[in-house]
């Protein structure tokens, strides 16, 4: 098998993972909010906590499991990743209690998401692609993350009509056990193909050398500020546009319509940030993409709410959902190595989840505090622009070629 035959393989396997994994757990914050409250009886916060809990587990977990991935190999990390994800789907189709959905669709699935996702993924990928295909490849695994979510919200949303939201539950835990093959095959596709230059790096004798190089330089720092505020706004979005629009009197079946939409723009979307990325300054590509959020939802809101204009707006915020994830990714890999990209990446992604935690947590907080979504929208426009600012000064540069002092 060639090098070329072996790559494309890989993102063939990694692209049914992501989608499996995304798909689901965007079919979960997006649908089931509205049947699981009115069926137990709940207010919105209760089951925003979960989702923002998940979030934030997701995060908290990544940078160890991305070191783990980076250290031993990405098998047993997604292989548990599909049996997380099956038991916390599995305990969640059986409620009992606002505890039971905080421990199976919060600790678990965050755990099982954050296995089964983008830093496991980008460790395997990063060490197989030459520097000057990786952030194509990244954009390419992430697009289809995007198509998952558009290939299984509205396939999601029909089993909760027809057959109710336990039995949707049960069907998505069958399909997440999938990824335990899948995960396996990628894995060994990765290990088979890692690139030489990907086994030694200059500064990054240990995983304690490259956090202190990589927390010294404040290109970091500024990367992980801009990457709070994507997982503040897509989360936002994502676990409250459907019910924004049932309280504005738009039906149900436009919401999923939009977030299905979202889906398949940004497959065209990020599979395009990708590209530009191995083309041009990648902090360009960020800034314009953070900018253009805070544009798009600024006229969502100005213009009149219709049918229309709700599509319009997905189409346009999904062309930049998941863009930020090829470029912020291959920034990491350019400048601190690939050696440990999934734990580096995986700090960076830490912030990301915290954003989502408080997106999805305050979007019903405030929601029950105010009986609208208003100021939050506010506040995912004025984030939008201070990402946009604060990636601009990024240096790009390989920490060696900027002649940085070596960690102590």
């Not at 499991?65 to 031993?72: P, S």
Request: proline letters at 4%; one cysteine or more; a positive charge.
């Amino acid at each position: 098998m060639t090098s070329n035959q072996r790559i494309f393989r890989a993102l063939f396997a990694v692209a049914i993972i992501l989608g499996i994994a995304m798909g689901t757990r965007n079919a979960f914050s997006g649908l089931f909010l509205q049947p699981i409250s009115a069926d137990m009886k709940w207010g919105r916060e209760i089951f925003s906590f979960a989702v923002a809990l998940q979030n934030l587990i997701w995060g908290a977990t990544q940078p160890f499991v991305g070191y783990i991935a980076d250290r031993y190999g990405a098998k047993r990390v997604l292989m548990a990743g599909a049996a997380l994800y099956a038991v916390g789907l599995v305990w969640t189709a059986n409620l009992t209690s606002t505890l039971t959905l905080a421990i199976s669709g919060g600790v678990l699935m965050g755990a099982a998401i954050a296995c089964t996702t983008y830093s496991v993924a980008y460790s395997v990928l990063g060490k197989m692609v030459p520097p000057e295909r990786r952030a194509w490849a990244f954009g390419i695994s992430a697009a289809a993350g995007s198509f998952g979510q558009f290939l299984m919200i509205p396939v999601g949303q029909w089993f909760i009509t027809h057959n109710g939201w336990a039995f949707s539950l049960t069907g998505l835990a069958l399909i997440t056990a999938t990824i335990a093959p899948l995960g396996w095959y990628f894995a060994k596709l990765g290990k088979e193909g890692q690139l030489p230059a990907a086994t030694s790096t200059v500064r990054q004798a240990s995983a304690g050398e490259a956090l202190r190089t990589a927390f010294g330089d404040r290109s970091y720092t500024l990367l992980t500020l801009g990457y709070f505020v994507c997982g503040f706004q897509v989360v936002f979005i994502g676990a409250h546009l459907t019910p924004y629009l049932l309280d504005k009197g738009i039906p149900a079946r436009v919401g999923v319509t939009a977030l299905a939409l979202v889906g398949l723009f940004n497959c065209v979307g990020t599979y395009m940030a990708g590209v530009l990325a191995g083309k041009m300054p990648k902090r360009y590509v960020l800034s314009f993409i953070y900018f253009m959020r805070s544009v798009v939802i600024t006229a969502f809101l100005l213009l009149p709410l219709s049918e229309w204009s709700v599509y319009v707006f997905a189409a346009a915020i999904g062309f930049l959902w998941l863009s930020t994830v090829p470029p912020t990714n291959a920034i990491i890999a350019q400048v601190y190595g690939v050696r440990y990209l999934g734990m580096l990446g995986g700090i960076v992604f830490f912030s990301h989840q915290i954003g989502s935690f408080l997106g999805a947590w305050l979007g019903g907080k405030i929601y029950d505090a105010t009986g609208n979504y208003n100021t939050v929208w506010m506040l995912t426009i004025a984030l939008g622009i201070f990402a946009a600012l604060v990636h601009l000064p990024i240096d790009e540069r390989a920490l060696d070629s900027r002649k940085l002092p070596a960690p102590a």
